[in-house]
């Protein structure tokens, strides 16, 4: 082992098991997905599709791309997946391309409501090639007469749902029928959720949208990357030439095979009874941090956000700082109509699907709201939030045993 990167990798290992993980698009792999993910199939070159490689000896990787995608198609219910993406970007950049000729107009919900960066914003491509209008969040709530207005009044081509920092549930039924009304596509971004789905948790938007992108290490605990979904030939064989040879070249066969395996693990009990315990966890946090005097959003998925300038006088940035110090993971989020810029924001984005994976439990969940809450406001000196924090870690798994 390089000793020089090796250090580094053990040091992240005790971060990561010495560290209460409220990143909300943060997981843990199973060996299994991690040791797929390290494996031997990063030696092959398989530019193109399964039967139409442009090189020779891909008689096995193709079948486990094929396995890949017929195990997304069973776990979302979709007629066909592009399993390529190299991450969430790429398969939204690709799905674009596919539905929209350049310049076309999406409207979605902007980066600061808690859309993503390539949901429009100005220092992502995806601003430069299309045309974005945005519909605002009522109360930090999704207005389905709103978002229907704004589409009669401005026609967009695509229509987006689907964000990274939104704690509600979200009708994907009411959108189609919004898309469908002015004529426009409709899309998903499911990254955040897509474990939710996945376990039947939330909505699944599969039915409704022309095309679905996702991530498949969020909520859905595999290897970091991403994935396509949708239902219409002609709309599949664009999305395919969207990746490769457009967007992508060589496909990542490694984590295409670990992404098989968090297909097939998604499917399992086990993972049913997970993200309902994330759910649970998240609730519960939320839920402690309210009777405590806090001010945050509820929740409905494995995420939820605090207003910790209102609540606490201080800005997301210093709160994230503050809370790192004592080993609680968190990111400064902005927060609908915040005063404040992304670097400083006024709120932060706290989420349980990872600290769930470790074994995190109900009761745990609403001490590490009292944890946060004391240490913010001043009221629990650092040694002891550290103790506490250290306590916690200690009584769940290791990661490198998950
Ligand atoms: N950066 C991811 C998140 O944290 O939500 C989205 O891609």
């Not at 792999?29 to 092959?44: D, Y």
């Not at 859309?115 to 992502?124: D, R």
């Not at 706290?350 to 074994?359: K, L, N, S, Y």
């Not at 109900?362 to 913010?376: C, D, G, P, R």
Request: glycine residues 8%; proline residues 4%.
């Amino acid at each position: 082992m390089d000793q020089e990167i090796n250090k580094y990798l053990l040091l992240e290992q005790d971060r990561q098991n010495n560290g209460i993980e409220l990143i909300a698009s943060e997981n843990y792999t199973s060996k299994e997905i991690r040791e797929m993910c390290g494996s031997i199939l990063t030696n092959k070159y398989a530019e193109g599709y399964p039967g139409k490689r442009y090189y020779g000896g891909c008689e096995f990787v193709d079948r486990i791309e094929c396995i890949a995608i017929e195990r997304a198609c069973q776990l979302f219910g979709s007629k066909f997946a592009n399993v390529q993406p190299h991450s969430g970007s790429q398969a939204n950049a690709a799905a674009y391309r596919a539905l929209l000729p350049e310049g076309g107009k999406i409207l979605s919900l902007v980066l600061n409501d808690g859309g993503h960066l390539t949901h429009g914003s100005p220092v992502s491509f995806s601003s430069h090639l299309y045309t974005f209008v945005h519909y605002p969040l009522n109360n930090g709530h999704l207005d389905y007469d709103e978002i229907k207005r704004i589409a009669l009044e401005e026609k967009p081509d695509l229509i987006l749902s689907g964000y990274s920092a939104y704690p509600y549930a979200i009708d994907f039924k009411r959108f189609k029928e919004i898309a469908d009304k002015v004529g426009a596509y409709f899309m998903v971004d499911m990254a955040h959720i897509a474990g939710l789905i996945a376990s039947g948790a939330h909505m699944n938007p599969v039915p409704y949208a022309d095309v679905v992108t996702s991530t498949t290490h969020k909520t859905l605990r595999g290897p970091r990357g991403g994935l396509i979904l949708c239902n219409d030939e002609e709309i599949a064989k664009k999305i395919n030439s969207a990746i490769f040879p457009y967007y992508q070249g060589g496909p990542l066969e490694h984590i295409i095979a670990a992404k098989a395996i968090c297909f097939k693990e998604a499917m399992s009990n086990e993972f049913k009874e997970y993200i309902n315990n994330v759910v649970i966890n998240t609730k519960a946090c939320a839920d402690k941090l309210q009777e405590l005097g806090a001010n945050v959003s509820g929740t409905d998925n494995h995420l939820f956000n605090m207003n910790v300038l209102e609540t606490y006088g201080m800005t997301g940035k210093d709160a994230q700082i503050a809370l790192e110090e004592i080993g609680i993971a968190t990111n400064k989020n902005m927060i609908p109509n915040d005063t404040l810029p992304p670097s400083k924001a006024s709120g932060l984005r706290i989420g349980f699907a990872a600290v769930t994976t470790r074994g995190c439990t109900k009761a745990q969940a609403e001490e590490i709201a009292v944890i946060i809450h004391q240490y913010l406001n001043k009221s629990l000196d650092k040694e002891k939030a550290q103790a506490l924090v250290k306590k916690l870690t200690t009584s769940w798994k290791q990661i490198q045993n998950i």
